[in-house]
Antibody, heavy 120, light 108 residues
């Protein structure tokens, strides 16, 4: 049974760096072809893909946010970490991590999401 | 970047009716790389359809996907009360993922 859960601060100030952790179980990020993605959703708005990290530590980022994002993994802890620098109120959103199975182009398991508010 | 445009923005129907949701891409999308999700308030998205027409595990057969190239459709053959939600299409291409803006399916 695959599960994912996001954790991190609920409130960050403008210009600060956000660090979110995705703790997962039921799969290994050392298995060839597996990946974990990050997606966010501002309140009342659509989903936006942010980043993806593969089993082999290859990474992909949204072009519009690439300069602000870093994704890393700790395979031994079954965790993926997303950092986003220079936070702004427009970054207020629910942040999700999600599992991408081998060879897939979609996300089949999602965490519950964590709401991050950016405000001074 | 491929842009996905979903229509209509809101669809008002009654239980038992048929729902047809559209997703149009700004460039051709490989059928293998088009998915649909359902999202209910306060919940994470749920995968419904992948590869444009394959149902995900546990998805009822009243949900079906079709289309190719730039035009894709999600059809719900007979609406159940639990189907009223927001639906998103998603594509993968050039090492990036994009989502449509969503269609809200509401009870008439």
């Amino acid at each position: 049974q695959i599960t994912l859960k996001e954790s991190g601060p609920t409130l960050v100030k403008p210009t600060q760096t956000l660090t979110l952790t995705c703790a997962f179980s039921g799969f290994s990020l050392s298995t060839s072809g597996v990946a974990v993605g990050w997606i966010r959703q501002p309140p009342g708005k659509a989903l936006e893909w942010l980043a993806l990290i593969y089993w082999d530590d290859d990474k992909r980022y949204s072009p519009s946010l690439k300069s602000r994002l870093t994704v890393t993994k700790d395979t031994s802890k079954n965790q993926v970490v997303l950092t986003m620098t220079n936070m702004d109120p427009v970054d207020t959103a629910t942040y999700y991590c999600a599992h991408r199975r081998v060879g897939a182009s979609y996300f089949d398991y999602w965490g519950q999401g964590t709401l991050v508010t950016v405000s001074s | 970047e491929i842009v996905l445009t979903q229509s209509p923005g809101t669809l008002s129907l009654s239980p038992g009716e048929r729902a047809t949701l559209s997703c149009r891409a700004s460039q051709s999308v490989s059928n293998s790389y088009l998915a649909w999700y359902q999202q209910k308030p306060g919940q994470a998205p749920r995968l419904l359809i992948y590869g444009a027409s394959s149902r995900a595990t546990g998805i009822p057969d009243r949900f079906s996907g079709s289309g190719s190239g730039t035009d894709f459709t999600l059809t719900i053959s007979r609406l159940e009360p639990e189907d009223f939600a927001v639906y998103y299409c998603q594509q993968y291409g050039s090492s990036r993922y994009t989502f449509g803006q969503g269609t809200k399916l509401e009870i008439k």
